[in-house]
Each structure stands twice: as structure tokens, then as C-alpha cells.
């Protein structure tokens, strides 16, 4: 897996072995960095890549000129992978968290994001109606936000009144969410 574009393209990333992760595909990476280019100018944004895994959406947003990503993962190997994908940047262009996810995002008082990654395992379904309530009643993006989901099933955002699909793809198992928040 390599960095698509901008600064670093071309950089190899590690990838994590084992079933704790799933890196995002590059074909799926490809695509969303092409829908949210449309919506998104990456200059000085913030972001956070919140199941990070080996880094590599949060790092693709640095090589294309953000001003700081919070990557987090609360699996040692995945921070590890993360630190060897990031070495030789601007360390004050990022920090590696480990927080649990809810946590992070209720008590997270530092950063309002402009663009926030949600990719958890598979099998953590249920995560998705709190991560959203957890969006919606923290104000953690900001307006005119971009949250991305990754999910093998289907999603039912329960706060849609100020969430905008900006689109919808499905693959063979994964099915590509791209929001917007828009509060009038």
C-alpha cells in the first residue's frame, strides 16, 4: 500500500498482519479521496483517523496538506505500525492516541475536526449508533464537516436531520459512507 497523492506520494506503508485490523483497500482509498475532493481543501484542516489502524487515511491527508491529524487505535501493534508509516514527518503535524473510541470522542476537548475517519472492525457494528450520537451531541465536527464510514453492512445514521450523503458506494464487502454535516 502506498501513499496516492501529494506530498508523500509514493511512500510505502507497513500494513498490520493478523485480524485486528483491516486496511482500507486502495481502491477504496482512491475513491474517497476523489469524492471528498469535490467537497474538501485539505490546507490547515483538522482531522482524525479514529480506528487508524496503519495510519494510512490520516497520512494521506497529511501528505495533501493537513495541518494536524489525531490518529487513534487502541492496539499497540496498530500504534507501532502508525509510528514506523509516519516517520520522517513533522511530528507536530500529528499525534497517535490510544483512547477508547467513545471516550475520545465525549471527552476530546482540544480539536473541533473537519474531517473525521470511522472505520471499526467489522464486528463492531453496534459502534456506529454511538459513534454518531457521540458526533451529534459533542459538536466534535465541525459544520461542513466530512465524516467517512466504512461498514460491511448497512448504515442508518440516527442524527440524518443535518447529515448530507454526499455518496454512497457499495464494494464487494464493504459499503462506503461520505457525509456532511450541514447545520443551518
Same mark, same amino acid.
Given at each position: 500500500?502506498?501513499?496516492?497523492?501529494?506530498?508523500?506520494?509514493?511512500?510505502?506503508?507497513?500494513?498490520?498482519?493478523?485480524?485486528?485490523?483491516?486496511?482500507?483497500?486502495?481502491?477504496?482509498?482512491?475513491?474517497?479521496?476523489?469524492?471528498?475532493?469535490?467537497?474538501? /481543501? &485539505?490546507?490547515?484542516?483538522?482531522?482524525?483517523?479514529?480506528?487508524?489502524?496503519? =495510519?494510512? $487515511?490520516?497520512? #494521506?491527508?497529511? *501528505?495533501?496538506?493537513?495541518?494536524?491529524?489525531?490518529?487513534?487505535?487502541?492496539?499497540?501493534?496498530?500504534?507501532?505500525?502508525?509510528?514506523?508509516?509516519?516517520?520522517?514527518?513533522?511530528?507536530?503535524?500529528?499525534?497517535?492516541?490510544?483512547?477508547?473510541?467513545?471516550?475520545?470522542?465525549?471527552?476530546?476537548?482540544?480539536?473541533?475536526?473537519?474531517?473525521?475517519?470511522?472505520?471499526?472492525?467489522?464486528?463492531?457494528?453496534?459502534?456506529?449508533?454511538? /459513534? &454518531?450520537?457521540?458526533?451529534?451531541?459533542?459538536?466534535?465536527?465541525?459544520?461542513? =464537516?466530512? $465524516?467517512?464510514? #466504512?461498514?460491511? *453492512?448497512?448504515?442508518?445514521?440516527?442524527?440524518?436531520?443535518?447529515?448530507?450523503?454526499?455518496?454512497?458506494?457499495?464494494?464487494?464487502?464493504?459499503?462506503?459512507?461520505?457525509?456532511?454535516?450541514?447545520?443551518?
Amino acid at each position: 500500500m502506498n501513499v496516492i497523492a501529494g506530498k508523500y506520494k509514493g511512500r510505502k506503508l507497513v500494513t498490520l498482519q493478523g485480524d485486528n485490523t483491516r486496511p482500507t483497500l486502495t481502491r477504496v482509498k482512491e475513491d474517497v479521496f476523489n469524492i471528498i475532493n469535490n467537497y474538501f /481543501i &485539505f490546507d490547515n484542516k483538522i482531522v482524525l483517523d479514529l480506528f487508524a489502524g496503519s =495510519g494510512a $487515511l490520516g497520512l #494521506e491527508t497529511i *501528505s495533501r496538506g493537513v495541518g494536524y491529524v489525531v490518529f487513534n487505535d487502541t492496539h499497540k501493534e496498530a500504534r507501532d505500525v502508525i509510528s514506523t508509516n509516519l516517520m520522517g514527518i513533522d511530528q507536530s503535524s500529528y499525534v497517535v492516541m490510544d483512547r477508547d473510541y467513545l471516550d475520545l470522542l465525549n471527552n476530546f476537548k482540544d480539536k473541533c475536526f473537519d474531517l473525521i475517519f470511522v472505520d471499526p472492525p467489522y464486528a463492531k457494528k453496534e459502534y456506529y449508533d454511538s /459513534i &454518531f450520537e457521540a458526533i451529534n451531541k459533542t459538536n466534535i465536527l465541525n459544520n461542513f =464537516g466530512i $465524516l467517512v464510514c #466504512e461498514s460491511n *453492512s448497512l448504515l442508518n445514521p440516527i442524527f440524518t436531520k443535518n447529515l448530507v450523503l454526499l455518496k454512497y458506494k457499495k464494494y464487494t464487502k464493504t459499503n462506503l459512507y461520505i457525509w456532511r454535516l450541514e447545520i443551518e
